[in-house]
């Protein structure tokens, strides 16, 4: 590992122009390249405190040995000199896109004598014209198939065409109309490179014209009363339709665009791009990246743009790139793109109408695209295999932790403050194993504290399977860590503070029923918390792992191990560690840790959403004993509001179907006890609106006129 002092330019030494460096390693290997309006400042920012510098970059900067540049007139020019370079060295530490499929291209090989029409993948050849990306090959086949009919092109290999021409028979295709059998001189060079043209022109969207024309010989073929000539335009005029109808109208304007949408984590990131021609979608292609730098979803655009655009030139550049962040500056990207076209090109952010929706549709294939990605990369048991050797080994782990239980505290600003634990076996999700608590042992926010109850309530409860299964054996004299002096017993804990341990039979886990799925006991029953981690994760810092490691201790467990995932810069923290651990950037480990934190974040996030939507739709009448949710919403039909279900005597109460009298003087004491609502207030104008028959109790109204829970969150309300 180098000092990045020891290949410190001198001061004075780097120009203050625009430019291109590279970090070179002690190999002299091109470790990364960037570019920077002003290399001086550029440059000063990586020779700073390595404290101060972001993991990723104080890891690049440790690897190089030295450091070089260039300088250039331009942005432009800079641009396009760090897509050469970077495509000339690969370097480690650039964000490089990697193709999660070899997408096949439409190809017309314009470059030969008689063009070719075929399925193409890999690179892009010169004088080749390229349609697509397709999803799959077979799409390409029954679109050529359909067209074919209208413009019989070449479709055979060279082998096949030297063939027919020696024999001077052609193929099958030639036969059946379906080729212009160039191969035994039906049809000379020259027409049949215009037929190939007008193809190429057809795929790029310039539909309408051959359709007209079409449709006109068929007119005239039929005045002529050429009934079979019509008959063969009329279905050649069908395939071209059904054709077009494979690639629906998107954009009515007929749009030449490019959509480029990203989703991203810490760690990688998916982009996906819709090729729109003509107002319709002609292709899709995805690509992932390793997040190998600290780079901005701006910055993953800028990268995209090259490796999209860096060898295109002419329409392959379409008019119009549509994207969810600009580069900064965006100007010398837009100069670029425009010269790589040869005309105006706009790069820009749609705000509104159809591209925004389009736009839409491309971000949820991004993400779709991510989720798969690391679906397939968690799935692979040679990789969870060397996940969990890896954290075993940076932990100091005495095995590898085939129960990973992480746990999170979730709360808006104070309120509903709620804890999840996630089990993961194996490196995989055990959703069946998925618990939720309630923090009801104190008020307020103190994540600290939280992490201490939640920890020492699920421990306790395990440690009470033990004792009642017989595998925590009582000798005479001592007594189990559930009621030893000084550890955290029954007695701890509030009687108020129950664990809400529901089963997980949803997919996202979101059942509250208080009971427990999962293993059962000989007698049936479920066993609660029956099974210990190896190792306990939480979501936070150095106050986090203590209060946990705390919670364990004072329970007298000592076999279990304890490490903290802080989500800013991804380190992982240990109890008796002064400094985080760093697991490398490329770490299947550290990726593992990430899926398990991300996990427990969104299980807790989702309950406390859920009780915090309960809590503003509850109502006096929920503190009624024994009135379930039919009988309420028949008494609301009934008198159309709370507020007139108030005034209600216990007689006409009692006239609700399944109201009996008893049933009725509960809820007229209830009603009577509870503080009427809080009249409605349109926040616009100041107005009380004082009839709330038409809303629920304790409700207010927004900007818009439109009732609002009282006390709900504004849009600025945080949510962790």
């Known amino acids: 590992m180098a000092d990045p002092s020891s290949y410190r330019p001198k001061p004075g030494q780097i120009p203050d122009s625009p430019g ?10 091109v470790i990364y390249v960037g570019k920077a309006k002003s290399l001086r400042q550029r440059l000063a920012n990586y020779f ?51 193709d999660d499929k070899s997408y096949p291209y439409l190809a017309v090989t314009m470059n030969e004598e008689f063009p070719r029409v075929q399925v193409m993948r890999g690179h892009k050849k010169k004088g080749v014209r390229y349609f697509g990306p397709y999803g799959h090959a077979w799409a390409i086949r029954d679109t050529v198939d359909l067209l074919l009919r209208v413009f019989p092109v070449r479709t055979c290999s060279a082998g096949v065409f030297k063939n027919a021409t020696r024999t001077g028979r052609p193929c099958l295709l030639g036969y059946i109309g379906k080729c212009s059998a160039p191969c035994v001189d039906r049809i000379s060079p020259e027409d049949h490179r215009d037929l190939a043209e007008d193809f190429c022109d057809f795929m790029a969207g310039r539909t309408g014209t051959y359709l007209r024309r079409l ?15 019509a008959a063969r335009l009329r279905d050649d005029i ?47 292609r995805g690509w992932v990246t390793d997040k190998v730098e600290d780079v901005t979803t701006a910055a993953l655009v800028e990268h995209a743009l090259q490796q999209l655009y860096g060898e295109e030139s002419g329409d392959a550049v379409p008019k119009e790139v549509l994207v969810p962040a600009l580069p900064e500056p965006v100007e010398p990207v837009q100069e670029w793109l425009t010269g790589r076209r040869g005309s105006n090109v706009s790069l820009r952010i749609p705000q509104r109408g159809d591209k925004k929706a389009l736009m839409e549709t491309v971000q949820r294939n991004a993400q779709q695209a991510l989720a798969l990605h690391k679906t397939k990369r968690a799935s692979d048991l040679t990789t969870r295999s060397r996940a969990l050797e890896e954290i075993a080994d940076a932990l100091d782990l005495d095995s590898a ?18 804890a999840s634990m996630v089990v993961f076996e194996d490196g995989l999700v055990r959703k069946s194993e998925y618990r939720r608590f309630q923090i009801k042992g104190f008020a307020g926010q103190d994540d600290v504290r939280s992490m201490h109850e939640v920890i020492t309530r699920r421990f306790r409860r395990y440690l009470a399977e033990k004792e009642r299964t017989g595998e925590w054996p009582e000798e005479d004299g001592t007594s189990s860590p559930l009621t030893a002096p000084g550890t955290a017993g029954p007695a701890a804990m509030p009687a108020a503070a129950p664990l809400v341990a529901p089963p997980v039979a949803a997919p996202d886990g979101d059942a509250d029923d208080g009971q ?9 029953r479920p066993r609660k918390f029956a099974y210990p981690p190896q190792l306990v994760v939480v979501d936070g810092g150095r106050p986090q792992v203590a209060a946990a490691k705390r919670a364990l201790d004072e329970l007298g467990i000592d076999d279990i191990a304890v490490c903290g995932l802080a989500k800013r810069l991804e380190e992982v923290w240990l109890p008796e560690d002064d400094d985080p651990v760093v697991l490398p950037r490329s770490s299947e480990g550290l990726y593992l840790l990430q899926r398990v934190r991300d996990e427990a974040h969104r299980f807790a996030i989702s ?22 949710e039919t009988r309420k919403q028949a008494l609301i039909k009934h008198f159309g509001s709370v ?30 006890q509870a503080a009427p609502a809080a009249p409605a207030v349109n926040t616009a104008t100041g107005e009380i609106m004082d009839d709330s028959e038409d809303e629920a109790p304790g409700t207010t109204a927004d900007a818009s006129g439109e009732p609002v829970a009282a006390g709900a969150p504004d849009d600025r309300g945080q949510e962790r």
């Open 516 to 524: 427990v799925n999962g293993f059962k006991d000989d007698d049936g």
């Open 20 to 29: 291109v460096y590279r970090f070179r390693d002690e190999h002299r290997r």
């Open 643 to 672: 507020k007139k279900l108030r005034s209600a005597t216990i007689e006409q109460i009692q006239e609700v179907p399944g109201i009996g009298r008893k049933t009725a003087e509960t809820i007229a004491a209830a009603l009577a």
């Open 607 to 628: 309950y406390q959403r859920t009780k915090r939507a309960k809590r503003f739709r509850s109502g006096p009448l929920d503190d009624v004993p024994g009135l379930g």
């Open 48 to 98: 700073q405190d390595l404290a101060g510098l972001h993991p990723r970059t104080r890891t690049m900067v440790t690897t190089a040995a030295s450091v070089e540049w260039t300088v250039v007139s331009t942005e432009v020019e800079a641009l396009q000199l760090e897509y050469s370079w970077i495509k000339e060295y690969d370097p480690r530490f650039n964000v490089k896109y990697r």
């Open 238 to 284: 069908e395939a071209l339709k059904k054709a077009m109808e494979k690639n629906a109208v998107v954009l009515a304007d007929a749009t030449d665009a490019d959509l480029i949408a990203v989703a991203e984590d810490e760690l990688e990131a998916a982009l996906q791009i819709f090729h729109v021609r003509g107002g319709r979608v002609r292709g899709q």
């Open 401 to 418: 932790p085939l129960r990973i239980e992480c746990y999170d505290i979730s709360h808006l600003q104070g309120d509903d403050v709620v």
């Open 215 to 229: 449709e006109k010989q068929m007119t005239e073929a039929a005045e002529e009363m050429e009934y079979e000539r």
